[in-house]
């Protein structure tokens, strides 16, 4: 299985980026996919989780500013993460749950700064 994640960069803050994430080598789709951020010195954190319903849950730091989606058919998901702050500086992560394993991809680095 490999997990791609893609869409990081450098933003003001304020700002807004959409982090995509592409799983693919199962026949199986993803049960759930969730986001993760690492800051440096940092331990890695949860951002944003959806399943293959539909149902999302976030942590009160990111409510209301990232939103996670996912296209099944397509085995993607995608956080959409708006008025971004200089503390959400981090690479982020995606995981895929599939039949219990979790799969993990390199990380998109997301820098917010003026």
């Known amino acids: 299985v490999q997990v791609v994640e893609s869409g990081g960069g450098l933003v003001q803050p304020g700002g807004s980026l959409r982090l995509s994430c592409a799983v693919s080598?199962?026949?199986?789709?993803?049960?759930?996919m969730g986001w993760y951020r690492q800051a440096p010195g940092k331990q890695r954190e949860w951002v944003a989780s959806?399943?293959?319903?539909?149902?999302?849950n976030y942590p009160d730091s990111v409510k209301g500013r990232f939103t996670i989606s996912r296209d099944n058919a397509k085995n993607t998901a995608f956080l959409q993460m708006n008025s971004l702050k200089p503390e959400d500086t981090a690479v982020y992560y995606c995981?895929?749950?599939?039949?219990?394993?979790?799969?993990w991809g390199q990380g998109t680095q997301v820098t917010v700064s003026s």
């Open positions: 995981k895929a749950d599939i039949l219990n394993y979790d799969s």
């Open positions: 080598g199962s026949i199986f789709s993803p049960k759930a």
């Open positions: 959806i399943t293959n319903g539909g149902i999302t």
